[in-house]
């Protein structure tokens, strides 16, 4: 869903500038929700063209990994290459492809073999593309020989510096497949026409320029900042419970808490969470996952938090082990602050939103993510909690850690702090802003091509 959704406002938003959009689409998706959103998507806009990719199997022993959603990304890299016929059919001709991140050293020789203009989607911050765009130079050899220690700094041109231990783990395992394509696909970069990136000015200021001025890498192709993409009416399914709740509550008074689409949590840590929540003496609404796919949730609230944690939650918050609507939450003005693992997008929604953040990043580029979350001012970062998987974080020190995000008096700097990234997003992609601007001479440069 991090790579979906934003691709989906993408084309909403491509849509409303009176593009042609044609969407490539896999069948079928791995989650529930992923078929959901699409379907959702297509009813809402039926001038989009939505064309069926068939994808080849993949051996899931060759694929080295037993991650569903890793499964289907190689199946999608791999089957790519059949691409060309799909492309090349289009009447009237394509005048650009934009492509996912994931996607690059596949695609870069269609794109350039049809003659078609070819464009990454970065789904995460400026500042993990200036990893990304660096990873084929002296910096990949040097954390694939393990020279770094994690005390240390990447010699990467962004400020400040990234330290090693916030880079995603399987970056540091030089036999991993994700380090392999990472630096394959980095290598390829510089053949695209350009990259796009769900950000804005105000927010990654430093980092788009060292990306743009050929700091970060010489050759780069000219990197766009678009966001934040705003959230679409056709995101909402039935709108459930958590709304109605939200309703009653008092303004700014809940912590909403998730930790994304794909990131379950142990047993133990949730209990942890609860336990936490309930100390914290915030109101709360809190989205329980105990399982990376949704079509594999089985158990239900009260065998997963049990008896006593359940009567304690009773009147305090609202628990849920369901999709929810994120950004229709992140807007209720009952909610006031947000416990995230630091996706890119839900980052992206709470700036939007201007609701602060406790960042709690599990894996990935959530680190560099809530580096740029806690430089913005948009939240606080607790280090010491490591990834998610490290360490199982006591409910005593997240209750102390909520209460300081929404009570303390501190919180009161972070919230005017969080309202101004969310007054300047909103001014980014509102009539002539930055983000509004770029998009429409990117498509101003398509329609001259044509
Ligand atoms: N999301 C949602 N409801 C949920 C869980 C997630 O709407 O119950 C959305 C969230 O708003 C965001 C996306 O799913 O748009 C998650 O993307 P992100 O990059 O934050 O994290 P990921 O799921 O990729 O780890
Ligand atoms: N992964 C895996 N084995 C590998 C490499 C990657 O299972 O060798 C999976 C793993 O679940 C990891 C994900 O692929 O979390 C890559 O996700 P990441 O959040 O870094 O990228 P994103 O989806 O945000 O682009």
């Known amino acids: 869903m991090g790579h979906l959704t934003p691709f989906l406002r993408l084309a909403a938003s491509l849509v409303h500038q009176k593009c042609r959009v044609t969407v490539l689409t896999i069948h079928p998706s791995v989650s529930h929700a992923e078929s959901q959103?699409?379907?959702?998507?297509?009813?809402?806009?039926?001038?989009?063209?939505?064309?069926?990719?068939?994808?080849?199997?993949?051996d899931p022993s060759t694929a080295k990994s037993?991650?569903?959603?890793?499964l289907q990304r190689?199946?999608?890299?791999?089957?790519?290459?059949?691409?060309?016929?799909?492309?090349?059919?289009?009447?009237?001709?394509l005048s650009a492809l934009i492509y996912d991140k994931f996607l690059v050293s596949p695609l870069i020789p269609i794109s350039t073999s049809l003659s078609l203009p070819g464009y990454i989607f970065f789904t995460s911050s400026a500042r993990m593309c200036s990893l990304f765009a660096s990873l084929s130079t002296t910096v990949a050899d040097k954390i694939s020989s393990g020279s770094y220690h994690l005390s240390d700094h990447l010699e990467i041109p962004v400020?400040?510096?990234?330290?090693v231990s916030s880079i995603p783990p399987l970056f540091l395992n030089p036999n991993s497949i994700f380090a392999t394509i990472f630096?394959?696909?980095?290598?390829?970069?510089?053949?695209?026409n350009g990259i796009l990136i769900n950000t804005f000015e105000m927010l990654e200021q430093d980092s788009l320029d060292a990306l743009n001025d050929g700091r970060v890498r010489k050759g780069l192709p000219p990197v766009y900042a678009i966001g934040p993409l705003e959230p679409c009416e056709f995101e909402n399914g039935e709108r459930g419970s958590p709304l109605?709740?939200?309703?009653?509550?008092?303004?700014?008074?809940?912590?909403?808490?998730?930790?994304?689409s794909r990131t379950a949590r142990s047993m133990e840590q949730i209990r942890e969470i609860g336990h936490g929540l309930v100390r914290s003496?915030?109101?709360?609404?809190?989205?329980?996952?105990?399982?990376?796919?949704?079509?594999?949730?089985?158990e239900d609230l009260h065998e997963v938090l049990g008896h006593e944690l359940m009567q304690k939650i009773q009147g305090k918050g609202l628990v849920v082990k369901h999709w929810v609507d994120q950004s229709e939450i992140l807007g209720h003005k009952a909610v006031g602050g947000f416990l995230s693992h630091s996706g890119w997008n839900s980052s992206m929604e709470a700036a939007y939103h201007g609701v602060r953040m406790l960042a709690w990043p599990q894996h990935g580029d959530q680190k560099i993510n809530a580096e740029v979350v806690e430089m913005s001012g948009l939240g606080l970062w607790v280090r010491s909690w490591g990834w998610g998987q490290e360490v199982v974080v006591k409910g005593e020190?997240?209750?102390?850690?909520?209460?300081?995000?929404?009570?303390?008096?501190?919180?009161?700097?972070?919230?005017?702090?969080?309202?101004?990234?969310?007054?300047?997003a909103r001014k980014a992609v509102g009539v002539c802003g930055n983000s509004e601007t770029t998009l429409k001479e990117l498509i101003q440069e398509w329609n001259d091509i044509d």
């Open 183 to 192: 630096k394959e696909d980095s290598r390829e970069v510089l053949k695209s």
């Open 74 to 93: 190689e199946a999608i890299r791999r089957s790519a290459y059949l691409l060309s016929p799909l492309l090349s059919s289009f009447s009237p001709p």
């Open 397 to 424: 020190e997240i209750g102390e850690k909520i209460k300081e995000m929404m009570e303390s008096e501190s919180s009161s700097l972070l919230r005017v702090q969080a309202a101004r990234v969310g007054e300047e």
């Open 159 to 163: 400020i400040p510096p990234i330290p």
């Open 66 to 70: 037993d991650d569903p959603f890793w």
């Open 244 to 260: 109605k709740w939200l309703n009653d509550q008092p303004a700014g008074s809940v912590v909403y808490v998730s930790f994304g």
């Open 37 to 58: 959103l699409i379907s959702r998507f297509f009813s809402a806009f039926p001038q989009v063209t939505q064309k069926h990719f068939p994808l080849l199997p993949v």
């Open 281 to 298: 003496g915030c109101r709360f609404l809190w989205v329980v996952k105990t399982k990376e796919v949704d079509r594999d949730e089985e």
